[in-house]
């Protein structure tokens, strides 16, 4: 099975990174609380590595808080240090495969932490074995680090910001990445070029720190937030920080699904609230209606549909009611290996208000569907309840083709939309009615020509493959 292999070689890896200096005490406790801010990014393992000269990592299976206790965060001292947290997997979950990834090169420390995929790793790992290079992990991360020795052959501390661009951008330039680099009292971060993922910056009277989305920034004393562009990175020193270009930004390719589904919604991703984008995706997703379609209630499916549905709600006037609670004890995890299992995370996610519910013509609102198992799931709880109608609306269009970049799409005939008509997808999950955003609306939410909008177009991934 495509997605089995796909999990094995590590190709896909969707993240969250965290790093920088600080100025007062030691990082350790700054980098956790990003992480803990960035824990939506990644649930199933968590790391930090700290120091100034030498580097200490902590890094475990679970959620934040579970994997770096707080008797672990009081181990970790030094004013600059990199984290990660790991997006779920169910194939490779050796500890050596946790990030931040910290090897010893001529007596120094350097260590790397990474968000995306870097599709040439596979090739560039096998080069290395056939001339009887060893890794530990079966992480792009460790091909990475490994790449840059190769190339650098000197103490990490003379590793200049230039040249270890100028090395990604020669190997792995097909990546989407976003890098952070440890080196001896110094952080490197970089923006592979085009763009796919996010990396902010902050100047913060606490210190200097980068981080998958801005998010993890609140609660610091903020002074400025810097988006670092593609092709863009930032060096961090103790006195100092630089943001720096080191390519030409190529056709720059911003994931829409890190809008949709996957960020934040108190986060300004590429420049835009991902808040404000779910409420006008739910809009516009309402000007597709019949004129005589009504229901009594715009019910989401938690998290990423609330915003959806509130817009819908605001322009439909059809009014808005949870009727549906989010177990928040019951982590993200949409990518199980059985269906079984995943029909059944979906039943223990989501408990149903049957007052809400019961004998109502009910729309029903997610971000996207890609299987179909959570809103199948949903329908049939609702029904249960006593839902007089079911219609499904999800603000992503037709998802119809696979992504090698992270975002976790299985393969195309496992897709619901991929070969199904609206009322045939409608007959699968046991709804009404089904509707998805017509792609071509897509613009008006997400301008310009520097969104990466392949799943939704048939044939495109093709010339991406690695
Ligand atoms: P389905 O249950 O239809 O297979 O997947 C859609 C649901 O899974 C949505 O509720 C969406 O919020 C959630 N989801 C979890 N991970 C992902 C992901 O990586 N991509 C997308 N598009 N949806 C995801
Ligand atoms: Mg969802």
Redesign the pocket.
Known sequence: MYSMNVKKDKIKE?CGIFGGFCTQGNIAPYIKCGLLKLQHRGQEAAGICCGNEQQKVVKNNGLVNFAIDNSALKNLDGKFGIGHVRYSTFGDDRKENIQPLKITYMGEDVSLAHNGNVSQAKKIREKFERIGEVFLSSSDSEVILKRLIFSLKKKPSLWKFEEVAQCLDNNFSLGAYCILLFLPNRIMAYRDSFGYRPLMFAHCNEGFFVASEDVAFYGLNVRKIIEIMPAQGIEITKDNYEIKTFSKAKNVCQCV?EQI??SSPVSNIFSQNVYSTRIKLGEILYESEDKDFIADVAIP?MD??LGCAIGYSRASKIPFDLGLIRNNWME?S??QPQQEK?SLN?RQKFIPIKSIIEGKRIVLI??????????SEIIKMLRSCGAKEVHMRSV?PR?INTCIWG???PTRKEL?SYDKSDEQIALQIGADSVKFLPQEKLREVFLGDVWCKKCFKEDENEIFLP
Do not use: A, K, Q
Request: charged share 25%; no cysteine.
């Open positions: 969707e699904f589904y996957f499916v990423s549909g993200r949409f990518i995943r979906v997610d971000d996207s569907l890609v299987r179909g198992t959570t809103s992503s998802i975002v976790d799409i619901i």
